[in-house]
T-cell receptor
């Protein structure tokens, strides 16, 4: 069964450093998303991406965040200058256009900023 | 106001019994979708079931069913014949707007379900 994959599973970085989180969405899906979940809290939407551009973003997704689809398979989230409060689980998700629009989530990347 | 409210932070259920996890939502859109996800202790988010606002019948997926009461704006998840592996966090989520698969999901705070042997 096709699935969303994410790398790395765990990333530790120092405050102020740049990190890139990687995702490979399900191959026939056209919509891609990033969500985050701070430990013990609800899942929060960051950004959605379609047709090589951002279609929607939350107020969390400020100038330090960016997304890119560098090739036909990868979807990345870059955090330019990490802060302690960026520590969270980051989930990538994808969905296909059509009858069913459920979003399938990857296993997540746990980001720890020290 | 919260868009998705899950009032049960934690619940216990005896193995093999049924359990209902509550979810109420708030939207002024006529078209929306409601989702339930399971998050085991390993952390991944597993899609369980989907209900569209125009779907006339309650959604079912194996042991999962969704008790959709549109007038009350509730979308409760029913798990029949609970298994030990059902112990996890369960999140209700909503997509507002036209069904075009490009809309963000708004999540509730979750319910932790614990199945007792």
């Amino acid at each position: 069964e096709p699935e969303v994959t994410q790398t790395p599973s765990h990333q530790v970085t120092q405050m102020g450093q740049e990190v890139i989180l990687r995702c490979v969405p399900i191959s026939n899906h056209l919509y891609f998303y990033w969500y985050r979940q701070i430990l013990g809290q609800k899942v929060e939407f960051l950004v959605s991406f379609y047709n090589n551009e951002i279609s929607e973003k939350s107020e969390i997704f400020d100038d330090q965040f960016s997304v890119e689809r560098p090739d036909g398979s990868n979807f990345t989230l870059k955090i330019r200058s990490t802060k302690l409060e960026d520590s969270a689980m980051y989930f990538c998700a994808s969905s296909e256009e059509g009858q069913r629009d459920e979003q399938y989530f990857g296993p997540g990347t746990r980001l720890t900023v020290t | 106001a919260q868009k998705i409210t899950q009032t049960q932070p934690g619940m216990f259920v005896q193995e093999k019994e049924a359990v209902t996890l509550d979810c109420t939502y708030d939207t002024s859109d006529q078209s929306y979708g409601l989702f339930w996800y399971k998050q085991p202790s390993s952390g991944e988010m597993i899609f369980l079931i989907y209900q569209g606002s125009y779907d006339e019948q309650n959604a079912t997926e194996g042991r999962y069913s969704l008790n959709f009461q549109k007038a009350r704006k509730s979308a409760n998840l029913v798990i029949s014949a609970s298994q030990l592996g059902d112990s996890a966090m369960y999140f209700c989520a909503m997509r507002e707007g036209y069904r075009n698969a490009g809309n963000m999901l708004t999540f509730g705070g979750g319910t932790r379900l614990m199945v007792k042997p």
